[in-house]
């Protein structure tokens, strides 16, 4: 586990903190400590959660984001 | 970016070369008024300054130019040496060439950056180098001019700049505007699936339609929430400032009621003091002011004059005594010479005479006397005595007459007398009068006049202290009359909106609630189709991915205003040792900004804190802004101030350098504290005893002297290291 904390990092960690998320999905923060954990996490929304933060960083632009959060949903859920 | 020297030439009064090497802490730059403080503080902020060249002639030392002959030419820079990520250099400067007696152009601007690699240095950009070591949005927060300067959030975007800076996340808000979107796009295409969707079409179209009604019920009422919040908040705020500054306002009233009632009494004392003399002179008779000396004078002299003249009819009348006595005597010496006693002259009267002497015959005595005897020369003398009696008679009258006409014919002097006595008496008495009139009036108009000086110094003391206090207070005169007759309305205005904001609260968690209600119905149909079931569960991920993304920036505002609370108690403590201080409370508003505000333990709000306090609460925060910014970005940032403690005595100026001394972070302080007035010369010395407490570099800037105080191109400011 890396101990430097990205931007990306600390906005995941910040969105998982979210009491709702951890309530209804029994999402552990500590268990997603960076945005490679995330991105490759097996509930959707954590999943979800990363792809937008990670392609925004990368100026991807809003669109291509939905979609690519959308096909990834529809598929896991 | 730690600064380590400064340069600066012909930058102003700072006239050919001059450096100063910083401490890796504090270091404190101690000037006199016009001494070229603020100038050093300027002459940062223009080098710091990357949106325009702003290469002014102001900016060129006048000293320098006047020395320039024509076609002679000099430079205007200010350089920064500092380490950051290695050592860097960031220089500002420009050519000034006197082409005329008259003319200076400015040519070669040049803003360059240098990097050393090894032992080489580099040229770049120097805004580049500027922006990519000391951010804008830093340097927003290391640059302070004055003390009431120091309150970071009286701009109100100041908490977004923070929060997106230095919260140590950046981005949120991009990213909850974005997942808001596509909980939106989500929505509308779950619902496109389920309006398709044969068992349920009908449903949801019912269902969207009730949506749609109430989704615009509630966009309604949050409008007008809105506006009703804003309406309160700002009502809030003014109340606030009138209860901040009630007792200005308090103190505000009593000087205008003051003023006024003095201004009232000027007045009247105007029209006491005021006095026609002109008119005065006849119409009250002033002019008679002095005309008492001359009564007296007058009074002597007709005394004289009626005393003279007493003694002259006294003289008069003693000679016409003595001539008629005479005349009497005479008489009587005749009358003892005959036996018989004659008869009178006039006996028998001058025709009986001439008839007896006609007849010659006395018919006194009835005998016969002719001519040429004795009886007939008797009556012949008779007759001449008679006539001689006569004529005697006449010319007697006429003597008596010349003897009866009065000394003085003309009665002048009378008249002088009774002038005399006419003046004498009462109207002397009346004249003293107005002099005495004429001397308690003037008295009075003194007196008067002497109060109304009074009173117009206490009006301009008064006046004074109003100015001071508006000053003070950094008010005008006219919200403080406004505040004072809007108070009620306030009030009133708050009351109303607060309860109409229940009414619509109310009113929202009503719709909101049926909302959600119509949303579950929505969610829980249960459609024909597998892949409508799938769109759902999507758009239910969607907006629980806005919620947590709304609701971690939320958090980290909240984060950071606690961390910033948390750092800034710490300076506030440090800042204050040995004296009350309170607790800083860092307060969000509605509209997304915030509020410093002091609080006691005891939970109660501490308004307008003193001058002092309220500085070093303003300065804690920016310290803490800087720790935290330090904290995040693993740089660490100058604070520059100027004059940043003017509100401070001599003993919190002890313990605010001691303090600022230990901070663990490089501030420049240019100040005229620690300047004391030397009572036996009078003048200005450096208060050593504090001074040689310190561990910082501590440098002296002061005019070079002699110099002209009317010509600015006798102004060189030095620079001397005395620490």
Same mark, same amino acid.
């Given at each position: 586990?890396?101990?430097?904390?990205?931007?990306?990092?600390?906005?995941?960690?910040?969105?998982?903190? !979210?009491?709702?998320?951890?309530?209804?999905?029994?999402? !552990?923060? !500590?268990?997603?400590?960076?945005?490679? !954990?995330?991105?490759?996490?097996?509930?959707?929304?954590?999943?979800?959660?990363?792809?937008?933060?990670?392609?925004?960083?990368?100026?991807?632009?809003?669109?291509?984001?939905?979609?690519?959060?959308?096909?990834?949903?529809?598929?896991?859920? | 970016?730690?600064?380590?020297?400064?340069?600066?030439?012909?930058?102003?009064?700072?006239?050919?070369?001059?450096?100063?090497?910083?401490?890796?802490?504090?270091?404190?730059?101690?000037?006199?008024?016009?001494?070229?403080?603020?100038?050093?503080?300027?002459?940062?902020?223009?080098?710091?300054?990357?949106?325009?060249?702003?290469?002014?002639?102001?900016?060129?030392?006048?000293?320098?130019?006047?020395?320039?002959?024509?076609?002679?030419?000099?430079?205007?820079?200010?350089?920064?040496?500092?380490?950051?990520?290695?050592?860097?250099?960031?220089?500002?400067?420009?050519?000034?060439?006197?082409?005329? *007696?008259?003319?200076?152009?400015?040519?070669?601007?040049?803003?360059?950056?240098?990097?050393?690699?090894?032992?080489?240095?580099?040229?770049?950009?120097?805004?580049?180098?500027?922006?990519?070591?000391?951010?804008?949005?830093?340097?927003?927060?290391?640059?302070?001019?004055?003390?009431?300067?120091?309150?970071?959030?009286?701009?109100?975007?100041?908490?977004?700049?923070?929060?997106?800076?230095?919260?140590?996340?950046?981005?949120?808000?991009?990213?909850?505007?974005?997942?808001?979107?596509?909980?939106?796009?989500?929505?509308?295409?779950?619902?496109?699936?389920?309006?398709?969707?044969?068992?349920?079409?009908?449903?949801?179209?019912?269902?969207?339609?009730?949506?749609?009604?109430?989704?615009?019920?509630?966009?309604?009422?949050?409008?007008?929430?809105?506006?009703?919040?804003?309406?309160?908040?700002?009502?809030?705020?003014?109340?606030?400032?009138?209860?901040?500054?009630? *007792?200005?306002?308090?103190?505000?009233?009593?000087?205008?009621?003051?003023?006024?009632?003095?201004?009232?009494?000027?007045?009247?004392?105007?029209?006491?003091?005021?006095?026609? #003399?002109?008119?005065?002179?006849?119409?009250?008779?002033?002019?008679?002011?002095?005309?008492?000396?001359?009564?007296?004078?007058?009074?002597?002299?007709?005394?004289?004059?009626?005393?003279?003249?007493?003694?002259?009819?006294?003289?008069?009348?003693?000679?016409?005594?003595?001539?008629?006595?005479?005349?009497?005597?005479?008489?009587?010496?005749?009358?003892?010479?005959? &036996?018989?006693?004659?008869?009178?002259?006039?006996?028998?009267?001058?025709?009986?005479?001439?008839?007896?002497?006609? &007849?010659?015959?006395?018919?006194?005595?009835?005998?016969?006397?002719?001519?040429?005897?004795?009886?007939?020369?008797?009556?012949?003398?008779?007759?001449?005595? #008679?006539?001689?009696?006569?004529?005697?008679?006449?010319?007697?009258?006429?003597?008596?007459?010349?003897?009866? *006409?009065?000394?003085?014919?003309?009665?002048?002097?009378?008249?002088?007398?009774?002038?005399?006595?006419?003046?004498?008496?009462?109207?002397?008495?009346?004249?003293?009068?107005?002099?005495?009139?004429?001397?308690?009036?003037?008295?009075?108009?003194?007196?008067?006049?002497?109060?109304?000086?009074?009173?117009?110094?206490?009006?301009?003391?008064?006046?004074?202290?109003?100015?001071?206090?508006?000053?003070?207070?950094?008010?005008?005169?006219?919200?403080?009359?406004?505040?004072?007759?809007?108070?009620?309305?306030?009030?009133?205005?708050?009351?109303?909106?607060?309860?109409?904001?229940?009414?619509?609260?109310?009113?929202?968690?009503?719709?909101?609630?049926?909302?959600?209600?119509?949303?579950?119905?929505?969610?829980?149909?249960?459609?024909?189709?597998?892949?409508?079931?799938?769109?759902?569960?999507?758009?239910?991920?969607?907006?629980?991915?806005?919620?947590?993304?709304?609701?971690?920036?939320?958090?980290?505002?909240?984060?950071?205003?606690?961390?910033?609370?948390?750092?800034?108690?710490?300076?506030?403590?440090?800042?204050?040792?040995?004296?009350?201080?309170?607790?800083?409370?860092?307060?969000?508003?509605?509209?997304?900004?915030?509020?410093?505000?002091?609080?006691?333990?005891?939970?109660?709000?501490?308004?307008?804190?003193?001058?002092?306090?309220?500085?070093?609460? #303003?300065?804690?925060?920016?310290?803490?802004?800087?720790?935290?910014?330090?904290?995040?970005?693993?740089?660490?940032?100058?604070?520059?101030? &100027?004059?940043?403690?003017?509100?401070?005595?001599?003993?919190?100026?002890?313990?605010?350098?001691?303090?600022?001394?230990?901070?663990?972070?490089?501030?420049?302080?240019?100040?005229?504290?620690?300047?004391?007035? &030397?009572?036996?010369?009078?003048?200005?010395?450096?208060?050593?005893?504090?001074?040689?407490?310190?561990?910082?570099?501590?440098?002296?800037?002061?005019?070079?002297?002699?110099?002209?105080?009317?010509?600015?191109?006798?102004?060189?400011?030095?620079?001397?290291?005395?620490?």
């Amino acid at each position: 586990m890396s101990m430097y904390q990205t931007n990306e990092d600390k906005l995941l960690q910040a969105v998982l903190n !979210d009491k709702q998320l951890m309530d209804i999905y029994g999402v !552990d923060p !500590d268990d997603y400590y960076t945005i490679t !954990d995330a991105l490759e996490a097996d509930v959707p929304i954590i999943k979800a959660i990363a792809i937008i933060i990670e392609r925004h960083e990368q100026k991807v632009s809003e669109k291509e984001i939905y979609t690519e959060v959308s096909n990834q949903l529809i598929r896991q859920l | 970016m730690i600064l380590k020297d400064i340069k600066i030439k012909n930058f102003r009064s700072y006239y050919g070369d001059n450096n100063l090497s910083l401490s890796k802490g504090l270091t404190l730059i101690i000037g006199d008024n016009g001494d070229g403080k603020t100038t050093l503080f300027e002459a940062l902020e223009w080098l710091f300054k990357t949106a325009s060249e702003d290469k002014q002639i102001t900016h060129i030392s006048e000293k320098r130019k006047s020395e320039l002959e024509v076609g002679e030419s000099d430079e205007v820079l200010v350089n920064i040496t500092f380490e950051h990520d290695g050592e860097k250099e960031i220089e500002k400067c420009f050519t000034f060439e006197k082409v005329s *007696e008259d003319n200076i152009r400015i040519k070669d601007f040049k803003f360059n950056g240098y990097y050393i690699e090894g032992v080489e240095r580099f040229l770049t950009r120097g805004d580049t180098l500027l922006n990519q070591c000391f951010e804008p949005v830093i340097r927003k927060y290391c640059l302070f001019k004055g003390e009431n300067n120091l309150n970071v959030f009286e701009n109100d975007t100041a908490l977004k700049t923070l929060v997106g800076h230095f919260s140590g996340i950046k981005q949120f808000d991009e990213l909850v505007e974005m997942t808001t979107n596509f909980e939106h796009k989500s929505a509308n295409a779950a619902n496109k699936e389920l309006q398709n969707d044969k068992r349920v079409s009908n449903q949801v179209k019912d269902l969207n339609r009730q949506l749609a009604e109430v989704s615009d019920a509630i966009q309604t009422i949050r409008t007008e929430l809105k506006e009703k919040e804003i309406s309160i908040s700002d009502f809030s705020d003014k109340i606030e400032l009138i209860e901040k500054n009630q *007792e200005t306002q308090e103190r505000y009233q009593d000087i205008k009621d003051r003023i006024k009632e003095l201004q009232d009494k000027k007045a009247k004392l105007s029209a006491l003091s005021s006095c026609n #003399y002109s008119t005065n002179l006849l119409d009250e008779s002033w002019i008679l002011r002095s005309f008492l000396p001359i009564i007296k004078e007058f009074s002597v002299k007709a005394s004289a004059f009626s005393k003279e003249k007493r003694r002259l009819e006294k003289q008069e009348t003693e000679r016409k005594a003595r001539e008629a006595g005479e005349r009497d005597a005479i008489s009587k010496i005749q009358k003892l010479a005959n &036996d018989a006693i004659p008869l009178p002259w006039n006996i028998p009267d001058e025709a009986t005479m001439r008839e007896m002497i006609d &007849d010659e015959t006395c018919k006194v005595c009835g005998r016969p006397a002719p001519k040429g005897s004795e009886a007939y020369e008797f009556m012949c003398r008779k007759l001449n005595e #008679y006539l001689a009696n006569i004529s005697e008679q006449a010319g007697n009258h006429s003597l008596e007459e010349e003897d009866d *006409e009065p000394l003085f014919p003309n009665a002048f002097i009378n008249e002088l007398h009774s002038r005399q006595i006419k003046l004498s008496g009462e109207t002397e008495q009346e004249i003293a009068g107005i002099a005495t009139a004429i001397s308690d009036r003037l008295e009075f108009i003194t007196q008067r006049k002497a109060e109304l000086d009074d009173v117009s110094k206490q009006i301009q003391d008064l006046t004074n202290e109003l100015n001071d206090l508006l000053m003070q207070s950094n008010l005008s005169a006219d919200i403080l009359d406004r505040n004072i007759k809007d108070w009620k309305g306030f009030f009133e205005a708050k009351g109303r909106a607060e309860k109409r904001a229940v009414e619509l609260n109310d009113s929202l968690k009503i719709k909101e609630e049926i909302k959600a209600n119509l949303q579950e119905k929505l969610s829980k149909l249960e459609p024909e189709s597998t892949m409508t079931k799938v769109y759902q569960r999507v758009h239910t991920t969607f907006e629980r991915i806005m919620k947590a993304f709304v609701n971690a920036k939320e958090q980290n505002v909240r984060n950071f205003l606690q961390m910033l609370e948390e750092v800034s108690n710490q300076y506030l403590a440090k800042l204050n040792k040995n004296d009350f201080y309170g607790v800083i409370h860092i307060r969000k508003t509605i509209d997304n900004s915030a509020r410093i505000e002091l609080h006691s333990l005891n939970g109660g709000k501490i308004e307008n804190p003193n001058g002092a306090l309220k500085t070093t609460m #303003y300065m804690s925060v920016l310290f803490a802004i800087s720790q935290i910014t330090t904290l995040k970005r693993e740089q660490d940032y100058p604070l520059i101030f &100027d004059a940043p403690t003017s509100s401070f005595g001599g003993f919190k100026e002890d313990t605010f350098y001691n303090v600022i001394d230990t901070i663990e972070k490089q501030c420049l302080i240019v100040t005229k504290d620690l300047l004391n007035i &030397d009572k036996k010369t009078g003048e200005k010395e450096l208060d050593f005893d504090t001074i040689n407490k310190l561990s910082c570099a501590v440098y002296r800037i002061e005019k070079v002297e002699p110099f002209n105080d009317k010509d600015l191109s006798t102004i060189q400011t030095v620079i001397k290291r005395i620490k």
